[in-house]
């Protein structure tokens, strides 16, 4: 997801923060604001997706 987000977004971005856990734990969030949560939906998002929704959490 970070060589699709990046290149895209590089402008937008101030931080891209990754945080290791354990227990398959995913969780997106921009500006405060959690957009997908692995721990609550069960299945792991897809990543066009999750870039989709960056970009619309960015205004793009």
């Not at 354990?22 to 897809?46: A, H, I, M, N």
Request: proline letters at 5%; aromatic letters at 8%.
């Amino acid at each position: 997801m970070t060589a699709k987000l990046l290149p895209r977004y590089k402008r937008q971005i101030r931080r891209y923060e990754l945080i290791p856990s354990k227990g398959g734990c995913f969780e997106l969030t921009v500006g405060g604001k959690r957009l997908y949560s692995k721990l609550e939906t069960g299945k792991f998002p897809d990543e066009d997706a999750m870039v989709a929704a960056v970009g619309k959490a960015l205004g793009d």
